[in-house]
């Protein structure tokens, strides 16, 4: 049989996109759709190259291929007494070479998360057979299931040891749903978060609520070398509002502020005192006598029981089963209040409606705490508050639009930090951010949480996270909080657990197609000229949009 002449073996044995041979890494000799795929490495494939997080390509039959992420990486031999009774080579190549890729061998472990037919992405629902080629992904390999950054697509990075590609977050489907940002201590939490929300703020994909523990967000923030970063403000100047409780210590950043919050003690109802219930040690009999006092006293509860004489205490326990010993000991707990200087008498504004007021016209409102964010409690009291009502407000807005889409306010994303906090099991079910996250958008609200303690979060909750943007967590609760729930949550374990400690995260869920581990983008100079650069939808538009009724009527 007379043969055509070909050059190489993609003439012989045409198939759908071509890889360079050089970047070939071996072929598939084992593997299930639950465990993911076994590969023998090439002779020529160092092992000491490849790093677990890294994604690579197996052709399939039919022009299928499978985009798949590396998770475990192993030393195999063809004889168990080379272990017992390894060669000495003793500066040998030859003998090396003999034994390197036959009788010694590297392996990997990739898992299938996507297969890519006809130019589109597919869930994985079968394996590609044995010998199979496997190559590291290339650029079009990503783009293929990432697509390009534009004005429904942020990019947030790129896949390790493929820095000249990008990773690109759908922004519509990340305000969704609620948002999870993970991490231990010291890995940028602050950073992606802010890395996050100026892509949100940058294409008017929802307002922003943010309660600004830290002071991280507003104006400038401080990382760990002691070098300032920008903060929203100054990225997007009128789109961003500083609001604060501690006016000294926001004017002594350097910061401006359109005004200070003030609460009156006549505007806070048992249900805010109850979420506190945790960080203030308060018992369900404490909790239930706050209501009692309520409706007996009227707004002015909370002050009077501070101030309480010895014939208030009598004339309660008189009249209500409330034991004298539940009185005193919430009348302790609630003097702390006394120290806060956000709280006064009686309200001299309404900071509610100012808030609602400015989200409304497309304004992005950064709250910032000052001196109070080192009281979890302050924080707690403040953030439950004011989400509280602007939830009752977002609730009635969207009701009364029924029909009339034009009329729903703008898509709301709050953030709050040490999450768990507010969403521990026992309580998420009464706190008004445990609500939020169950709802999903149905009232145009969604969260954002940040939090060292994944763990620490209701199940239930976090089963609600649309899309987790987890940095390096080391601690075995919090790893598998975060994976519950996720397609190939085993070989993921490795990946996270591997991370960096800084500048690097694995994001699942609905912002992204599969599971991807990037190396986040730097927080510096060139992202601040890429962020506030206006290619595409200028800021006045993105306002526009949102004041408008939130509708987005891009293509997206």
């Not at 293929?144 to 896949?159: K, Q």
């Not at 010291?186 to 830290?214: E, P, Y």
């Not at 909080?481 to 991370?499: D, K, P, S, T, Y």
Request: glycine share 10%.
């Amino acid at each position: 049989m007379n043969y055509p002449p070909a050059e190489n073996l993609n003439e012989w044995f045409p198939g759908g996109v071509s890889h360079d041979m050089d970047s070939r890494l071996g072929v598939v000799v084992g593997g299930s759709l639950s465990k993911g795929l076994v590969v023998k490495l090439d002779r020529e494939q160092t092992v000491e190259d490849l790093a677990v997080g890294r994604y690579v390509v197996v052709h399939g039959a039919n022009n299928t291929r499978f985009f798949c992420m590396l998770n475990d990486i192993s030393l195999n031999s063809t004889n168990p007494s080379i272990q017992n009774h390894p060669p000495e080579f003793q500066g040998d190549p030859f003998l090396e070479a003999v034994y390197v890729g036959t009788a010694v061998y590297g392996v990997i472990n990739v898992t299938p998360m996507l297969m890519i037919e006809d130019g589109q992405p597919r869930p994985v629902k079968t394996i590609p057979g044995h010998f199979t080629q496997v190559f590291n992904a290339t650029v079009e390999d990503v783009n293929a299931v990432f697509g390009a950054e534009d004005d429904a697509h942020f990019n947030v990075g790129s896949p390790l040891e493929l820095e000249t590609t990008q990773i690109n977050l759908d922004l519509k489907r990340l305000v969704e749903r609620s948002v999870g940002v993970f991490g231990k201590s010291g890995t940028g939490k602050s950073f992606l978060t802010r890395l996050l929300i100026a892509g949100v703020i940058k294409w008017g994909k929802a307002v922003n609520l943010i309660f600004d523990m830290h002071n991280d967000y507003g104006w400038a923030a401080t990382d760990e070398r002691g070098t300032q970063a920008k903060g929203l403000k100054q990225l997007f100047n009128s789109q961003v509002v500083i609001i604060t409780l501690d006016g000294e210590s926001t004017r002594r950043r350097g910061a401006k502020t359109d005004f200070e919050v003030k609460l009156g003690y006549d505007e806070i109802d048992p249900e805010d005192i109850a979420a506190l219930r945790g960080s203030m040690n308060l018992t369900d009999a404490m909790i239930d006598a706050a209501y009692t006092l309520k409706k007996r006293w009227k707004e002015g509860w909370i002050k009077r029981l501070n101030e309480a004489t010895e014939g208030d205490f009598d004339d309660i326990s008189m009249n209500t089963n409330i034991a004298e010993g539940t009185l005193l000991g919430l009348q302790r707990r609630l003097q702390r209040f006394e120290r806060w200087g956000f709280l006064v008498d009686e309200s001299t504004g309404d900071s509610v409606t100012q808030i609602i007021n400015l989200l409304m016209s497309g304004k992005n409102v950064v709250l910032e705490f000052g001196r109070y964010g080192n009281e979890l409690e302050a924080y707690i009291l403040v953030a439950n508050y004011l989400t509280r009502r602007i939830r009752d407000r977002y609730v009635d807005m969207v009701e009364r639009s029924l029909g009339d889409d034009a009329q729903k306010p703008p898509q709301l994303l709050i953030t709050i930090e040490e999450a768990h906090k507010f969403l521990q099991p026992g309580i998420a079910g009464q706190t008004i951010f445990g609500t939020i996250a169950r709802e999903l958008r149905k009232y145009n609200v969604t969260l954002v949480v940040v939090d060292q303690r994944p763990s620490g979060i209701d199940e239930e909750v976090m089963s609600q996270i649309g899309t987790r943007v987890t940095a390096l967590l080391d601690n075995e609760r919090d790893i598998n909080a975060v994976l519950n729930g996720i397609n190939g949550a085993q070989g993921l374990r490795e990946v996270l657990a591997r991370l960096d400690t800084k500048q690097q995260a694995i994001i699942m869920g609905h912002a992204v197609p599969m599971p991807v581990v990037v190396k986040t983008r730097t927080y510096d100079e060139d992202f601040y000229a890429a962020i506030t650069r206006e290619d595409g939808m200028s800021a006045s538009a993105a306002r526009d949009k949102l004041g408008s009724g939130g509708r987005d009527k891009r293509r997206l």
